[in-house]
């Protein structure tokens, strides 16, 4: 209620969104606060009401909120949300990071972020709790407090009242330490910017990394697509598979995922899978996502009439289903020529309209067809 009051005072143009979960018996009473103070100044406010929240609450509500209020600022063509996080919460946080010995990229709440490609603001950083209710008072802003930000069930709620029993200088002293943590990581981020850029490493320059390993693994991993917090023991054991493994496959996420390979260590997308169908004199508009530089010339292969219409199909797709002597021979070509998983996974196998496999790109195995009839060529 102290930044929507600032707000308004500050003669800003915005629109209020306010999420009603019906967990507590006040709740219908912030929800008439809210509209209350909007409909007295012709603040546009979108109410939301919140269906039954499965899992953890906490969480499961964040989500709720922050996607509700995306809609909004879509809709409205905002430049982003603020939200009315304080001193205090910054703190809250950091602690929290602490307990949980997560390896973050920042310590604490930071001024502006980017949250599911919306711009979050958070301008009260600097003001504590006590600071905005003694500005609410003042300028008669009404407000509610939430009961329930007392229930010792929750870890954030044992945390803030942890911080509510530190005296001042106690809470001085958690803020430097969060700061200086965090110029230290800045510090490190300019350091390091170059190699946290590019999307692959060879073994022996992660190994070159030594004590600093941790922090550059988690933010090369973040910088990358992975989720925003990641625990020392997650990195540990990620790490103790990239010394010790020769390949490591590990999904980072449903698009990312970290493989070591023919000592690389690469951050690598999910292979996409296509099936592509071509007809007699048919010219293929699409692309197969396929990349091989060992040869630069096309590749020659001969089919029968009868074949048509021909399937393209990657390896990944239909490994499971080859004869077993034809995959062993395909396993050995790729690891002959170190031909890295992501490839191996998108490699073009080529089936006629019985759905027997007649070509495999680049593979000098020619499979049970004449030499009498169509030339087709694969094209680099």
Do not use: W
């Given at each position: 209620m102290a930044l929507l009051d600032l707000c308004f005072k500050q003669g800003m143009a915005f629109e209020v969104v306010h999420v009603n979960y019906h967990k507590?018996?006040?709740a219908d009473r912030d929800q008439k606060l809210v509209e209350s103070y909007c409909n007295e100044r012709a603040i546009p406010c979108h109410v939301f009401h919140a269906p039954v929240l499965?899992?953890?609450?906490?969480?499961?509500?964040?989500?709720?909120?922050?996607?509700?209020?995306?809609?909004?600022?879509?809709?409205?063509h905002a430049d982003g949300m603020m939200v009315a996080h304080h001193k205090d919460d910054?703190?809250?946080?950091?602690?929290?990071?602490?307990?949980?010995n997560s390896c973050v990229t920042w310590y604490g709440l930071k001024q502006e972020i980017e949250m599911k490609g919306v711009r979050l603001v958070r301008p009260?950083?600097?003001?504590?709790?006590k600071e905005l209710i003694d500005y609410c008072a003042m300028n008669h802003v009404p407000y509610g407090m939430d009961e329930s930000n007392l229930n010792p069930v929750y870890t954030r709620n044992r945390i803030r009242s942890h911080i509510e029993n530190l005296s001042v200088v106690q809470i001085d002293l958690l803020?430097?330490?969060?700061?200086?943590?965090?110029?230290?990581?800045?510090?490190?981020?300019?350091?390091?910017?170059?190699?946290?850029?590019?999307?692959?490493?060879?073994?022996v320059e992660y190994e070159s990394l030594s004590q600093e390993w941790s922090f550059f693994l988690m933010y090369w991993l973040i910088q990358h697509g992975a989720k925003k917090a990641l625990s020392k023991a997650y990195l540990d054991e990620l790490d103790?598979?990239?010394?010790?493994?020769?390949?490591?496959?590990?999904?980072?996420?449903?698009?990312?995922?970290?493989?070591k390979q023919y000592e690389v260590i690469r951050l690598v997308p999910q292979t996409e899978d296509y099936t592509i169908r071509v007809e007699r004199n048919q010219r293929i508009l699409q692309p197969i996502r396929?990349?091989?530089?060992?040869?630069?010339?096309?590749?020659?292969?001969?089919?029968?009439?009868?074949d048509f219409p021909l399937v393209i199909?990657?390896?990944?797709?239909?490994?499971?289903?080859?004869?077993?002597n034809i995959r062993r021979s395909c396993q050995r070509w790729f690891i002959k020529h170190k031909i890295p998983l992501e490839q191996r996974e998108s490699w073009p196998l080529v089936f006629n309209t019985l759905n027997e496999l007649i070509y495999i790109s680049h593979h000098k195995q020619q499979l049970g067809v004449s030499t009498d009839t169509i030339e087709c060529y694969m094209i680099k």
């Open positions: 507590r018996d006040t499965e899992g953890n609450f906490q969480m499961a509500a964040r989500e709720f909120r922050y996607e509700k209020c995306r809609s909004v600022i879509l809709s409205s910054d703190l809250e946080t950091y602690l929290f990071q602490k307990q949980r009260l950083l600097s003001l504590s709790k803020h430097i330490e969060k700061n200086e943590r965090n110029r230290e990581r800045e510090a490190y981020l300019n350091r390091f910017a170059s190699k946290l850029a590019n999307s692959s490493l060879s073994e103790r598979q990239l010394r010790t493994a020769y390949s490591v496959v590990h999904p980072l996420s449903d698009r990312l995922r970290l493989i396929f990349q091989y530089e060992r040869f630069e010339d096309s590749q020659r292969f001969v089919c029968q009439t009868s199909r990657n390896y990944k797709q239909v490994v499971n289903q080859l004869d077993p």
